[in-house]
């Protein structure tokens, strides 16, 4: 039954899939996520070397690396997926959704939780890393290459490297994009950059214009 609800939430969010027999045959994040669940079962039954073993066989035929300790809700969909990592201690709730190229991962500076708690109905862009033992709220939304390193509320949008919040409950905070269309999101960090040599540009050119007088 969860199998069947998975693959309907690969339909729903997928416009290219066209059945659900073509998803359980040809996805890679549905093997990916069976191979999980039965690593995770192992690994709860303390077969742990044989759990690894499932998790390393499924890297190599997917190129997604869950690692069995990890806990995943339901209606996981994972679009494209390679290169995808998810360390131990990370904890994903309902109905989430993860792009290619995406790290749940540690920072190496903690011991016991060391990996992101990621809520229910969050949107994870292609390329983002999520470090650290932080949490993202239900309903949050994680743009393209963006370097989370701090909670992310629930409702909100995170841009940028580090991350920032540009949007919450459905208010901008700061310039976005609209809906995190994942191609014409606007970096804050890249802004005040861009702002800071705009600034020196002017005073390059004060002082140049001070020297001729």
């Known amino acids: 039954m969860r199998l069947i609800e998975t693959l309907s939430a690969y339909q729903r969010r997928d416009p290219a899939a066209r059945g659900k027999l073509e998803i359980l045959l040809l996805y890679s994040g549905v093997h990916a996520t069976l191979y999980y669940r039965l690593a995770h079962w192992l690994h709860r039954h303390q077969l742990c070397f044989l759990a690894r073993c499932v998790s390393q066989w499924a890297r190599f035929w997917t190129g997604i690396e869950i690692h069995p300790g990890a806990t995943i809700g339901r209606r996981l969909v994972i679009d494209h997926g390679t290169g995808i990592v ?3 201690t990370t904890e994903i709730g309902d109905d989430v959704l993860i792009y290619q190229g995406v790290t749940l991962g540690g920072t190496g500076k903690d011991v016991g939780k060391r990996h ?8 994870i862009g292609a390329g983002a890393r999520v470090l650290g033992p932080i949490t993202v709220s239900d309903n949050s939304r994680i743009a393209a290459g963006a ?10 949008t995170a841009v940028g490297v580090p991350a920032q919040i540009v949007r919450l409950n459905g208010e901008k905070v700061r310039h976005y994009a609209d809906d995190v269309d994942q191609t014409s999101v606007i ?15 002017e005073l390059e050119r004060q002082l140049a214009e001070a020297e001729k007088k």
């Open 116 to 123: 992101p708690t990621i809520g229910n109905n969050v949107m």
């Open 187 to 201: 970096n804050p960090t890249l802004q005040k950059i861009e702002a800071l040599t705009r600034r020196v540009e």
């Open 147 to 156: 370097v989370v390193l701090q909670d992310v509320p629930a409702n909100a």
């Open 86 to 88: 998810i360390g131990e």
